[in-house]
């Protein structure tokens, strides 16, 4: 994912030319409103290549037990993504390549991200680390989306399907799946292999793991929330 992301900035970097219109913008002229679009995709573009990768270094055990550290970077991400990378793809979505099927898509896309964002943040806050996690696992699962579907269009266009067709299954088939993938590693990583999320206690049993029992104190996690209400 990290390499996916470090490649799609590489290629994006046409965008902050001030001079020149990068041939993404030129293929959608003409556009309903120029300047906002062209800002919201410096935006995009430059908030998605620092909130993609933290959000992939907020997820490893090495992050989340630096306590202080993976609550700064989860600030610092989560403003990022509700303050621009969402806005910005939400303005950029009214003119995606694809039609009002895909913009439908992205507005889905960007909606789980900050709707996960808001409620991760609250329920880290409330202690609540399952729930916490589970919200976090739907963001970074729709920022993956930005790296699967552009391979699938790649994969597509070599098994010579139509654009228009492409597009669509592209955006829409990464959106869901990685909605449902979410889901099924929560399950995977919570009830069959705990031992490799850093949030369950070790020594407990599946039915008093952290988070799901807020008045147990987690000497992991006090990064993440205020005291024990
Ligand atoms: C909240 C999640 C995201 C949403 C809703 C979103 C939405 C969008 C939309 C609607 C477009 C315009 C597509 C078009 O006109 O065809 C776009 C373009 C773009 N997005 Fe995102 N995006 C998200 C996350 C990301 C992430 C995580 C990255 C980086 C890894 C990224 C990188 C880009 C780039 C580079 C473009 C310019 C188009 C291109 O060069 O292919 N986006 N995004």
């Known amino acids: 994912m990290l390499v996916g992301s470090a490649l799609i900035t590489l290629a994006s970097i ?3 030319d001030l ?7 030129i293929e959608k002229l003409p556009l309903r409103f120029k300047t906002l679009w062209l800002w919201s995709l410096r935006v995009h573009v430059a908030s998605a290549v ?9 997820m490893t055990r ?5 306590t202080v550290w993976h609550r700064w970077l989860g600030r610092i991400t989560g403003a990022l993504a509700l303050l621009a990378l969402v806005p910005s793809g939400g303005v950029l979505a009214f003119d995606a390549k ?3 099927v895909v913009t439908v898509g992205f507005l889905l ?5 900050a709707v996960g964002v808001i409620a991760g943040v609250r329920s880290a806050r409330q202690r609540q680390f399952a729930a916490h996690r589970r919200a976090m696992r739907h963001v970074v699962a729709q920022m993956s989306v ?5 391979a699938l269009l790649v994969a597509l266009d070599v098994a010579g399907i139509d654009p228009d067709t492409a597009y669509v299954v592209a955006l829409w088939g990464p959106v869901v799946a990685s909605a449902i993938v979410a889901e099924l590693i929560g399950l995977r990583l919570d009830d069959v292999l705990p031992e490799l999320n850093p949030f369950v206690g070790q020594q407990h049993s599946k039915r008093q ?7 147990q104190p987690d000497p992991g996690l006090a990064h993440l929330g205020r005291s024990p209400r």
Not at 50 to 58: E, I
Request: proline content about 11%; charged content about 20%; aromatic content about 14%.
């Open 109 to 113: 896309s960007g909606l789980i991200v």
């Open 146 to 150: 930005a790296v699967t579907s552009r």
């Open 62 to 66: 090495w992050l989340q037990r630096r």
């Open 19 to 25: 001079d020149r219109l990068p041939p993404f913008a």
């Open 209 to 215: 793991r952290w988070g799901e029992n807020p008045t």
């Open 50 to 58: 620092v909130a993609f990768p933290l959000c992939l270094a907020l």
């Open 98 to 100: 694809g039609g009002p």
């Open 14 to 16: 046409d965008y902050f």
